[in-house]
């Protein structure tokens, strides 16, 4: 897949979640609600919110790859965008395995299903603190990038630094 069409398939996936998302919402409040407990009617909700929430963090990502596009080439280390893409598979990897299997204890009782829920709460936890990393990365680059040369700890070629 071309890079500059990767932008559009995370906004692409994001708008399929965040759709599916309030369908299953309407589905927990409407249908499920009707024949389950109470307290699988909230492990139900439970997943929904987090698939809204991680949907909303996968279209955010795709909004800035689609910003680094648009950014000047000086700009570009502000946008990382193999970290955006991997923390998109993990939030990806996170409604699968947290809200999907929320949906499928909900609708069947089955105790099977809650045992993949921590491993998607693992992936949620990991996608949002590799994000800080990188977005702390590139904040680093940028502030070194713009430090006068005298202030750098880089000494020219043919000079030294007491030459400066």
Excluded at 63 to 69: A, G, K, P, T
């Amino acid at each position: 897949m071309c890079i500059k069409t990767n932008f559009a398939f995370t906004l692409v996936i994001a708008s399929l979640i965040l759709g599916t998302g309030v369908m299953l919402g309407a589905v927990g409040a409407h249908w499920l609600s009707g024949f389950a407990p109470p307290n699988l009617v909230e492990t139900f909700k439970t997943g929904v919110h987090y698939q809204i929430i991680h949907g909303l963090g996968i279209f955010l990502l795709g909004v800035l790859e689609f910003m680094s596009h648009l950014a000047s080439p000086e700009n570009k280390n502000l946008f990382p965008l193999k970290q955006f893409r991997l923390a998109r598979n993990l939030m990806l990897l996170g409604i699968f395995l947290f809200s999907g299997h929320c949906y499928v204890y909900a609708i069947t009782a089955n105790k099977f299903f809650v045992m993949p829920i921590p491993f998607g709460g693992v992936a949620f936890i990991i996608a949002w603190f590799y994000l800080a990393l990188s977005f702390f990365k590139a904040m680093l680059n940028q502030i070194k990038s713009e430090r006068p040369m005298e202030d750098r700890d880089e000494v020219l070629p043919g000079s030294s630094k007491h030459n400066l």
